[in-house]
């Protein structure tokens, strides 16, 4: 038999207002609506669906603070992490978002109605203590926290919802499970004992082992439940996880595991996080949950010390283990044996007997040389998947990003260094020459600081995509402020190589250099925010490499960036 819902009744908003959907989605169209962001959309859909059961809404005040403080709901109801839907003045003021009224709440990806929130109370929050008691610092290296200050809005609106459709998934769709379908199909299956596993991560042969170990002592069923929706920045996105997940499947013996997607926001809250994963997971029908150790934790805070201890989320779950409902599994690290080329738990392994294990990062770095990744860390299917997202850094792309005044050189430079690149033949090369952005891209835009940066911004996400598909782009703007060039690695960076070449020829050499005499209208005041005359450069102090074109010839300065492109293994590599 599933697991009893949290608060005895699984609050399925669908179900309960199936028969109204057609007077709620007429109704939505003279309403006024909120567009939601991303986690509200995803908190949204696991109140529609039961997920956050006992919650039919958002939290009002009196829920938010007793949340907050006592890590309870005014009816007294265990609930660990508040479910807020924040929004700013504009909100209120262009919805009408006050007690008593109706709001359509809508998906920001096709503006479909999704929901019609009964406002209860518009409230402003105390972010810092938020911070604090839900997440135990108000520090912004805390993922949580960082969102809190500076996404989250001013004010919080607390109410019931109408459930008028799901939000559209167009991915792994025949592995999205609510709650009570997965409870039909535990039926179905005649499952009566299932432990969940969660994970942000992909799996390899010590998950498979520690998880199979983990249903065999409590005679169950396995569930993997990765989360899909938000989870820790910098993570491997979703898509490459879930290719892990259904390659690892088949290596469970048939009929003991299957794949449930959650389309849960993580907040990355340590203790508080793993009671409200056991919760939703009691929602979802399951017996028993893994929690791990130093479960769903951030990392360190802005001293380099960890922000929760590595077993303060087991001893959390445990200290409510009576009103969670859910016996919890603690996570039982293995190691790998390679002399008997087993996995044995890592407390009952003999001393002196030699063990193996490949680090997270020692992973990433095979990854990115390409070199051999073991069979007896992760399966051959696995690791194909992972290459396949994550080639080694010769098949990858990257931005050079020139900077420096008129005339400096720098246009010669990115020409001659596209032909050696072509020359080299391991990727398409791009080169987005200034003239050329200016007429196809940002023809409308002057040269006040506010149009340059937009400038530097375009060819930044031109670039960024170019890098995403494998291509060299080349980029020769001025780009004369740091915070523009700043935002431009930003948006590059998590895509490929990103290096910041600065052309640091003196300003008089460039004068000299100028053959259309442009630097001599600028003087006249012909050319108003020219750059080096009535504008400033801002040299950058985080360049990859600089080079004075005064000092060192072309071909030189050319042989120094391939050089950097070869260490780090964008070039030359066998």
Known sequence: MANTPHGGVLKDLYLRDATKQPALLAEAKILPSLILTDRQLCDLELILNGGFSPLDGFLNQKDYEGVVEKMRLSSGLLWPMPITLDVSQSDINASKIQPKNRIVLVDPRDYAPLAILNVADVYKPNKSNEAIKV??????????????????????????????????????????????????????????????????????????????????????????????GLTKPGDIDHYTRVRVYKALMPKYPNGMAELSLLPLAMRMGGPREAVWHALIRKNHGVTHFIVGRDHAGPGKNSKGVDFYGPYEAQEMVEKYKEEIGIEIVPFQMVAYCPDTDEYMPADEVPA???????????????????????????????????????????????????????????????????????????????????????????????????????????????????????????????????????????????????????????????????????????????????????????????????????????????????????????????
């Open 135 to 228: 997440y135990g610092a108000d520090d912004q290296a805390h993922p949580a926290v960082h969102y809190l200050h500076n996404n989250a809005k001013d004010f919080y609106v607390g109410g019931s919802l109408e459930a008028i459709q799901p939000p559209a998934h167009y991915d792994y769709v025949a592995n999205r499970f609510n709650p009570s379908e997965l409870r039909a199909h535990f039926k179905k299956l005649q499952w009566t004992r299932v432990v969940a596993f969660q994970t942000r991560n992909p799996m390899h042969r010590a998950h498979r082992e520690l998880t199979v170990r983990a249903a065999r002592a409590r005679k169950a069923h396995l569930l993997i439940h990765p989360v899909v």
């Open 352 to 574: 002196g007997v030699k063990t193996l294990n490949i680090s997270g990062t020692e992973l990433r770095r095979r990854l990115r040389t390409g070199l051999p990744i073991p069979e007896w860390f992760s399966y051959p299917e696995v690791v194909k998947v992972l290459r396949q997202s994550h080639p080694p850094r010769a098949q990858q792309g990257f931005t050079i990003f020139f900077t420096g005044l008129h005339a400096s050189g720098k246009n010669a430079l990115a020409r001659a260094l596209q032909v050696s690149l072509n020359q080299e033949g391991s990727r398409s090369v791009s080169l987005l020459m200034s003239e050329n952005v200016r007429t196809e891209l940002s023809s409308e835009l002057g040269f006040s600081k506010r149009d340059r940066d937009i400038n530097i911004a375009r060819q930044a996400f031109v670039a960024g995509e170019l890098t995403r598909a494998g291509a060299a782009a080349i980029l020769a703007p001025i780009a004369p402020y740091d915070e523009a060039r700043k935002n431009a690695r930003k948006t590059i960076e998590k895509y490929g190589g990103f290096y910041l070449i600065h052309v640091s020829t003196p300003l008089e050499d460039c004068i000299e250099r100028d053959h259309d005499g442009v630097y001599e209208r600028a003087r006249r005041g012909e050319i108003k925010e020219f750059t080096g005359i009535d504008d400033p450069y801002e040299a950058p102090n985080d360049a990859d490499l600089t080079v004075n074109l005064s000092e060192q010839s072309i071909a030189q300065a050319v042989h120094e960036v391939v050089l950097l492109l070869e260490k780090d293994g964008y070039v030359g590599s066998a």
